[in-house]
């Protein structure tokens, strides 16, 4: 294992980015969301990124100089055009104008298009709420879920994520994927060899599998069955139709440098947090000090932080072989 501090990390990252032909503020931005991602614990998000992300840069997958553009179509909207690069410097511009709009009128979104893996989808949410706005994200991404009764991919796992501001302490926040699990696990579990749970994924005849190999040529299993294929497409209409995107269907895989660009989308919405009930943060306060006095409850996300306040203090801990990867970007 190697070691590495938050910067340190960052820099290692960036580095193989920029050698691979992103363009330094581009990978001075993925960099810092794949190391927010990995000290987090969400390593299917981390560094694990950074070889598969650089080989689509060499291959113009992914845009590696493109700049991301706004252009506010209506009052409160942000249209950005991802340009076909990565997602966080859109995402970074996003989160640059939403908490002063939706401080003036109460409510703002930003509509990305033709954009790519948006990565930890937590993280933007709860840069807005520590900016004191209610925020939700929808990403949609490229085809691994069939609609509930049918066998063809057609929804991605299409993350969503919510973060409401608490007094004095960090955001809730609630990030989840709407396949069972996040398909980052089975890539994971993949590379390393490994078998997955039954119940996670079928494979390309609808079979139940515990071959992670198997499960990625098949689909995944979505959330709350029915329900998790109904929220599914509830994010394919807002993250990809509503902004212009292209639906999981049309988009090529985030994994893999073959392809076009994938092309895909993401919805932010902010809502000022005091607009609606100036004693809203306190209430929301409220209800989360009645989880947390029972013993056993937590918000979602503790474990989180605390894998966060660790890695600040004692960097983190990485598969020599993961280092190794990255340098010889």
Known sequence: MATLTLTEAEALAAEALTRCGTAAPAARSVARALVAAEA????GHGLSRV????????????VGDAVPRAEPPRPGLLAIDAAHGFAYPAIDLALAELPRMARQQGIAAAG??????????????????????VALLFANTPAAMAPWGGHRAVFGTNPL?????????APIVVDL?????ARANIVGAAKRGDPIPEGWALDADGRSTTDAGAALTGTMV??????GTALALMVELLAAGLVGARF?????SFLDAEGDPPGTGQFILAIDAAALSPDAPERFAALAGSIEEQDGARLPGSRRLGLRRRAAEAGLDLPDALVAEIRAL
């Open 40 to 43: 987090d614990g969400l390593k």
């Open 51 to 62: 070889a598969p992300y650089g080989a689509q840069v060499r291959a113009g997958k992914v």
């Open 112 to 133: 990305i298009r033709r954009s790519h893996h948006c990565g930890a989808a937590g993280r933007p949410v709860e840069a807005l709420a520590e900016q004191g706005c």
């Open 161 to 169: 994520a919510f973060a409401c501001p608490l007094p004095g302490r």
């Open 177 to 181: 994927a709407l396949s069972k699990v």
């Open 222 to 227: 979505p959330l709350g069955d029915a329900k």
């Open 248 to 252: 999981a269907g049309e988009a090529s």
